[in-house]
């Protein structure tokens, strides 16, 4: 199976940095890897599909980038409704897949 | 609009079964591939199922396989879990998911319910 180390498991940042994670791959997944942000008690939203798309109507401050088993998740000037939790996600063609632990962020 | 409504949960003694059912509605239901997603009290998301679009093809993770059923009517735009055999470990709220792409098993999951909560205790 394979396996997502997604870091780090929480970060605090000031209303106008730049946040960024990561979420490393076992394995080669070519571009097959999505995020999503989940507000509390809310559903998962899909922001980022094959590592690079940014799904219809998402804010253009987020963005994804990488290949192979190395992956970045990016918001380029953090604003107070993106505090949430965020989680990368594998998969192929075969077997949808494994989420990564999730990243917490929170303001400072 | 594109709308996914579960129902079916609640709380339930080990070792019973439940069925959870997903409402669909807003898009050509027959057309996507279906998932279940999972997360419990405090924890991450776990996927646990997928339906193909004609429901030929079914695949679950480990933790559920053996005791959980994937299903769908598209002539009812519905799809199902049947859980048997509940354990404590699978207190959770479930989420059903809609493929993004048409026809896809492994996709990004575009649309998701707002879930139905399972609670398995004595």
């Known amino acids: 199976d394979i396996q997502m180390t997604q870091s780090p498991s929480s970060l605090s940042a000031s209303v106008g940095d730049r946040v960024t994670i990561t979420c490393q791959a076992s394995?080669?997944?070519?571009?097959?890897l999505n995020w999503y942000q989940q507000k509390p008690g809310k559903a998962p939203k899909l922001l980022i599909y094959?590592?690079?798309n940014l799904e219809t109507g998402v804010p253009s401050r987020f963005s994804g980038s990488g290949s192979g088993t190395d992956f970045t998740f990016t918001i380029s000037s953090l604003q107070p409704e993106d505090i949430a939790t965020y989680y990368c996600?594998?998969?192929?063609?075969?077997?949808?897949?494994?989420f990564g632990q999730g990243t917490k962020l929170e303001i400072k | 609009q594109v709308q996914l409504v579960e129902s079916g949960g609640g709380v339930v003694q080990p070792g019973r079964s439940l069925r959870l059912s997903c409402a669909a509605s807003?898009?050509?239901?027959?057309?996507?591939?279906m998932h279940w997603v999972r997360q419990a009290p405090g924890k991450g998301l776990e996927w646990v199922a997928v339906i193909s679009y004609d429901g030929s093809n079914k695949y679950y993770a480990d933790s559920v396989k053996g005791r959980f059923t994937i299903s769908r009517d598209n002539s009812k735009n519905t799809l199902y879990l049947q859980m048997n055999s509940l354990r404590a470990e699978d207190t959770a709220v479930y989420y059903c998911?809609?493929?993004?792409?048409?026809?896809?098993?492994?996709?990004?999951?575009?649309?998701w319910g707002q879930g139905t909560m399972v609670t398995v205790s004595s």
């Open positions: 094959d590592a690079s």
């Open positions: 998911a809609k493929t993004k792409r048409e026809n896809g098993v492994g996709d990004a999951f575009d649309i």
């Open positions: 996600q594998q998969y192929d063609n075969l077997l949808p897949g494994t």
């Open positions: 807003g898009f050509t239901f027959s057309s996507y591939g």
């Open positions: 394995q080669d997944i070519s571009n097959y």
